[in-house]
C-alpha cells in the first residue's frame, strides 16, 4: 500500500540530546513537509522539500536541521539549540502543481512522533 | 498578519445544526485550498479540497472566494461524529510551494 510513514510513535530524549525523526514516503511525490504542533494549536511549517538536496526554511527552522538525500525520505534533527522541543511532529508530502493545474495537490501526512524532552 | 487565518472557535451546535467555518488568506496568488479534519491526537485528514466554482460533498460544501481572498465550509446536519478540529489550507502561491495551515476551528456537536 502507498502511504507516508513516520517514526517511531513516540521519543523520549534527555535535554541537550539531538534526536533524529524519520519520514519515508512511497507515494512518489517530489515535495516533502515537517510541521510542529503544540497542545491546542495549528500546524507550524519547520522546513519542506521540493526536490532531492534541496529544502527550504519554514516558519519555525530554528534549533531543527533536515536532508534530503532521497525522495522517499525526509529525516528531521531535532537539536539541542531548540529550546522548547517537546511537541508533536507531522510529516507530510505531495505532488507539486504542473504548469498551470492545481490539481491533487494535497498533502497526505504520517502518524505523526509525539516527542517528550526530559 | 497570518498568512491563514481562521474563526478561533470553538463551535458548540446541536446535532442536526447548520455550522459554518470561515478562513481568510494574505497570500493572492495562492493556488490551491483544502479543508482538513484533525482528531484530538491524530494527523490530519483531508476533507475535501476547495475550487472556485465551489464543490459540495454530502453534508459538507465549500466555497472559494478569490477577489476577496475567502475561504468557507459549510457543515449541514451536523452529526455527533463530526466533532473535531478544521483546519483550512492554502497552497503558497510563489514557485516555493509551501503548504500554510491555518491554526483550526475546534467543532463540538452536541446530543
Known amino acids: 500500500d502507498g502511504g507516508i510513514t513516520q517514526s517511531p510513535k513516540y521519543l523520549f530524549r534527555k535535554e541537550g540530546q539531538n534526536v533524529t525523526l524519520s519520514c519515508e514516503q512511497n507515494l512518489n511525490h517530489d515535495a516533502m513537509y515537517w510541521y510542529r504542533q503544540d497542545p491546542g494549536q495549528g500546524l507550524r511549517l519547520i522546513y519542506y522539500?521540493?526536490?532531492?538536496?534541496?529544502?527550504q526554511k519554514g516558519d519555525i527552522a530554528e534549533g531543527y536541521s533536515v536532508s534530503r538525500e532521497k525522495k522517499e525520505s525526509f529525516p528531521l534533527t531535532v537539536t539541542s539549540a531548540q529550546k522548547n522541543p517537546t511537541a508533536f511532529y507531522l510529516c507530510?508530502?505531495?505532488?507539486?502543481?504542473?504548469?498551470?493545474?492545481?490539481?491533487?495537490?494535497?498533502?497526505?501526512f504520517g502518524q505523526g512522533t509525539r516527542l517528550t524532552v526530559v | 498578519r497570518k498568512e491563514v487565518e481562521q474563526d478561533p472557535g470553538p463551535f458548540n451546535v446541536p446535532e442536526g445544526a447548520t455550522v459554518a467555518f470561515n478562513c481568510t488568506y494574505s497570500?493572492?496568488?495562492?493556488?490551491?485550498f483544502f479543508w482538513y479534519r484533525q482528531d484530538c491526537r491524530k494527523e490530519p485528514k483531508l476533507l475535501m479540497s476547495v475550487y472556485s466554482s465551489g464543490n459540495e460533498d454530502g453534508r459538507f460544501t465549500a466555497q472559494l472566494n478569490r477577489a476577496s481572498q475567502y475561504i468557507s465550509l459549510l457543515i449541514r446536519d451536523s452529526k455527533l461524529s463530526d466533532s473535531a478540529t478544521y483546519l483550512c489550507?492554502?497552497?503558497?502561491?510563489?514557485?516555493?510551494?509551501?503548504?500554510?495551515f491555518g491554526s483550526g476551528t475546534r467543532l463540538l456537536v452536541r446530543p
Open positions: 489550507v492554502v497552497l503558497g502561491g510563489d514557485s516555493s510551494y509551501k503548504l500554510i
Open positions: 522539500s521540493q526536490i532531492v538536496n534541496d529544502f
Open positions: 497570500n493572492s496568488a495562492s493556488q490551491s
Open positions: 507530510a508530502s505531495s505532488i507539486l502543481p504542473s504548469g498551470g493545474g492545481r490539481m491533487n495537490t494535497e498533502a497526505f
